[in-house]
């Protein structure tokens, strides 16, 4: 039975057809017109989830010609994880079971924003300048829309209270929408995405703090800070927006977020320390509820200029909080983060009060600017070209996103020197607006200086960094901005000794006058640094000098490395904190003490060349840098490792190391990295595949005996025992052997079957600098959405016994109790580690064709054997293993069940095991030879 209810809505008005007697249900978010986030070529992958009534139902989802099977959990909830598709729309999704037909339709794969924020986020697009044609132009039939309506709840929802769905962009349906989110991706599709489909999600609710927005546990984080006033308004109770507003948005695939806020936390008087512990205690909360997706990037805007709206008339200091904003810039333990500087977009005539600036397409494209720098990786002065499209980028302009940043600063007693980034031709211009506040008519363009005159831009002050509300400052009278330089310089007329001074201020205003740009007319924010010899460091972030771990020149990879590869978990949203995080969740969890010690970053942390031809790593994303990164990693007793590939191109259209090998593997040396993974990939390449390898080969012996411990060498791929198997083992530690595991069974098995083939081949020593060589069957995937538990202990087994590397390919600080279980049962791992380094292989009368009941063998150390019994079939059978198959022909055995961590009643001579396996189940036995 179903009934149809019509609602009338901000955006539109729509039909549901309600399932009365539904057993299985989802998310508002899942509905018509919706757009999945989705990437090819970055493998970005959408889940899809909900809930159902019944746990252990069975859940099928079918979309562009994938299945994808699972079932309610006990806690009620499903989840799957679907391939990565191209852009396009009309698509078909539906969630079957055994009760329930959900159908979607118009579904489109593209990408995803969330715009979150107060009333500056909330101002739709029909308040701005040139509304008229911004509307009339935004008939977008691939770009969907989707409002939350605003609510709040005491503890984190699932679902949203409302009836909204999402709806096609159109003239009808944007001018209610928020200008400044649809304005950022208008700016996008222009300069990179194109036609592409895109999907906004628009959450916010005006004149709140940040504390609403904030998951209760940042309340914890932040505890030692002094707390503004409490707020009597539901609203803005701690974490009640997150609860009811951004949480039931976390099983649902994004690009990134972008926020604008921060103007009622003036009136609460937050300290920037205050601000900028919450603000960014919120970012990293917020990531770490996105499951599955790793840190994805989070874009925000200064605060603009405002004065005159009455209801912040008397409050608190706008400076203070658009500092604690730029102290949220990527440094270490906040990264990939993106800021708009708008400190010159004032509006004094704005009709809802110049809080409420109508210049919100300039805010926009410089919101644009910083998306293609920290979501698409673009640096300063690149072309931003789409390489998955390149038709929609066919005059690629070079990226200017920033404005100066200052980056040193010195002094000589009689004036003060500050250093900028992307200091480029700078010069000083009055801001929007200034001129309303000095009695002068404001005529809507940029004024030629006037306000700049005042020379209250830049001050010199005495005081601590620590509290600039307290400082006590004098004006710079003489500012020089030196010629071919990216420096200025600061004096003050009639006074030639400087040195009382501790601070230097630019731009500490609620509405600043005057501004310094660089010739891409982009200004730089509002900063205070200290002067040389102060106490107090300019900046947060810096580079972790930590002592590594004292290591030796021993063989390497005398067993198969145990560790984590990233890819699987956080495809290219991978970045420094959640590296960190990884490797202190293997202490946390114990599994280093299990042998897990490789915390490898695979694509994606490497963005472009030096001018000599050195790697670069992506600065938004690892501030503190690869050394900082691997000392931390090492200080732990841990390993680090790093991704390249042999061809001009990585699988992510980065820089490959095809004619910089030597460069590169000397810059993994200088970080300290233990471990490289070489693909193959794109691009242009060497003629012979291995001439790569030989290359790196050399590289990197030279390294590791220079410094005085080895560095693992893993390369795709070798699968032909009789080609590349004959010499692969004199290059590599590691080889793959098949195609990138899925989190699916038959992916499992058909990696197994690939892997099987090179089974002669690896061994624990003769391989380079004397140690191991081991065929990789690819990553685990333990813990990840696709897998069933008891697919997972099969996939892990099969791994152990095959001597392959257990690389784990998820993130380790949300395992659960089941998946930790698997991946750190010790008597498991010690079948992988056993020192002979033999690979299981099938045996028994049908071990050339094993079908789908089989037995696998593998010797240990002291005479033991390791037997698997697996059923890879539909349906439940029995799966029989004779002693003499499993190389014991002369004595028993007594038997360990090594899942289950017992003793079984042993074989006699000539007996056999037996086990009774449902599907895709197995037993795993260590068998030890006895005499009868």
Not at 161 to 183: D, G, H, I, K, M
Not at 488 to 501: F, N, P, Q, W
Request: hydrophobic share 35%.
């Amino acid at each position: 039975m179903a009934v149809t209810r019509c609602y009338v809505l901000a955006l539109a008005t729509i039909c549901l057809i309600h399932a009365v007697d539904a057993k299985i249900w989802q998310n508002k978010l899942f509905s018509d017109n919706m757009i999945l986030e989705s990437r090819e070529a970055y493998d970005i992958r959408p889940f899809v989830a909900g809930f159902g009534d019944t746990p252990g139902e069975q859940v099928t989802v079918y979309f562009d010609r994938g299945e994808y099977p699972t079932e309610v959990g006990a806690d009620g909830k499903w989840e799957v994880q679907m391939n990565s598709c191209n852009k396009g729309i009309d698509k078909v999704l539906s969630v079957v079971s055994s009760t329930t037909n959900l159908t979607y339709v118009n579904v489109a794969c593209g990408q995803v924003y969330v715009c979150s924020g107060q009333s500056n986020m909330g101002l739709p697009l029909s308040y701005v300048m040139n509304a008229t044609a911004e509307i009339a132009a935004s008939n977008r039939p691939n770009w969907r829309l989707f409002v939350v309506q605003r609510t709040f709840a005491d503890t984190p929802q699932d679902d949203f209270n409302q009836t909204n769905q999402w709806v096609v962009s159109s003239n009808e349906t944007t001018p209610r929408f928020s200008a400044t989110c649809y304005l950022t991706a208008r700016h996008i599709a222009e300069m990179y995405w194109g036609d592409g489909p895109i999907g906004l999600i628009q959450s916010d609710w005006g004149g709140t703090r940040v504390e609403a927005w904030c998951p209760d546990s940042v309340k914890q984080t932040c505890a030692h800070i002094t707390p503004g006033p409490p707020e009597i308004p539901e609203q803005q109770a701690y974490s009640a927006l997150y609860n009811a507003m951004i949480n039931p948005l976390v099983h649902y695939s994004i690009r990134g977020v972008i926020w604008f806020q921060g103007e009622h936390n003036v009136v609460t008087h937050s300290s920037e320390e205050l601000y900028a512990c919450e603000f960014q205690g919120m970012i990293n909360a917020w990531r770490d509820a996105w499951k599955g997706i790793g840190d994805f990037p989070f874009l925000y805007v200064q605060l603009a200029p405002y004065t005159g709206y009455a209801p912040f008339a008397g409050h608190g200091d706008i400076s203070t909080i658009r500092l604690a904003q730029a102290d949220t810039l990527p440094h270490i333990g906040l990264d990939t983060s993106g800021m708009a500087v708008a400190i010159d977009l004032g509006d004094p005539e704005a009709p809802a009060g110049d809080v409420h600036s109508r210049l919100k397409e300039q805010v926009a494209y410089r919101l644009a600017l910083q998306a293609l720098h920290v979501m698409y990786a673009f640096q300063e002065g690149e072309n931003v070209t789409n390489s998955d499209y390149p038709n929609e980028t066919p005059n690629p302009q070079p990226l200017h996103f920033s404005g100066p940043m200052p980056n040193d600063i010195s002094s000589d007693g009689s004036s003060v020197t500050i250093s900028f980034d992307y200091g480029y031709a700078m010069y000083l211009n009055d801001t929007q607006g200034c001129k309303i506040h000095r009695g002068i008519n404001f005529d809507g363009k940029m004024i030629g200086g006037e306000c700049c005159k005042a020379k209250d831009t830049f001050q010199l002050c005495t005081g601590s960094r620590t509290n600039t509300t307290t400082l006590s400052c004098t004006n710079v009278t003489s500012i020089d901005i030196l010629p071919n330089s990216n420096k200025i310089m600061l004096k003050v007329d009639g006074e030639d000794d400087l040195s009382a001074y501790t601070v230097v201020r630019y731009a500490y205003a609620n509405y600043p006058q005057c501004a310094l740009y660089n010739k891409y007319e982009l200004p730089s924010g509002p900063f205070v640094m200290a002067l040389p010899g102060a106490t107090v460091k300019n900046e947060v972030s810096g580079k972790d000098e930590v002592a590594g771990k004292e290591r030796v020149l021993d063989p390497p990879a005398q067993t198969p490395p145990m560790g984590l590869n990233s890819w699987n978990a956080f495809h290219c949203n991978v970045d420094e904190r959640k590296m960190r995080a990884m490797a202190d969740a293997f202490v946390s969890t114990g599994l280093a003490k299990v042998g897990y010690e490789y915390v490898n970053i695979d694509d994606c942390w490497q963005v472009q060349r030096s001018p000599n031809g050195s790697i670069n790593y992506d600065p938004a994303r690892f501030p503190g840098g690869m050394k900082a990164l691997a000392d931390y990693v090492h200080k732990l007793g841990l390993k680090f490792g790093v991704y390249t590939a042999q061809r001009e191109l990585t699988c992510q259209r980065r820089p490959g190391s095809w004619e910089h090998e030597e460069i590169d593997v000397q810059s993994y040396c200088d970080w300290g990295v233990d471990y490289v993974k070489l693909d193959a990939c794109a691009g242009r390449g060497y003629t012979q595949q291995n001439e790569s390898w030989i290359k790196f080969r050399a590289a990197i012996d030279k390294c590791s005996k220079s410094r005085g411990f080895p560095m693992v060498l893993s390369v795709e791929s070798c699968d032909d025992p009789t080609g590349c198997g004959l010499w692969i083992g004199e290059l590599a530690n590691l080889w793959r052997t098949g195609g990138d595991i899925q989190a699916t069974f038959a992916s499992v098995m058909n990696n197994v079957r690939e892997n099987t083939k090179m089974a002669a081949k690896a061994g624990p020593t003769g391989g380079p600098l004397g140690g191991g060589h081991w065929n990789d069957a690819d990553m685990l995937q333990v813990g990840n959405i696709g897998l069933s538990l008891i697919e997972q202990r099969t996939h892990f087994s099969l791994w152990a016994m095959m001597a392959s590397p257990l690389l784990i390919g998820t993130d380790v600080s949300l395992l659960t109790n089941e998946s930790l279980m698997i991946l750190g049962n010790a008597e498991v791992t010690a079948v992988n580690q056993d020192p002979l380094g033999h690979q299981a292989v099938p045996v028994g009368p049908n071990a050339a064709d094993p079908g789908t009941a089989s037995c696998w063998a593998k010797q240990l150390k002291g005479g033991n054997i390791a037997a698997m019994l697996i059923n890879t079939g539909d349906n439940k059978t029995t799966v029989t293993c004779a002693l003499s198959d499993l190389g014991i022909s002369n004595s028993g055995a007594s038997v360990r069940d090594l899942l289950n961590h017992k003793s079984l009643p042993s074989v006699t001579k000539g007996g056999s095991i037996k086990a009774m396996l449902e599907s895709h189940d197995h037993q795993l036995l260590k068998l030890t030879p006895t005499q009868n």
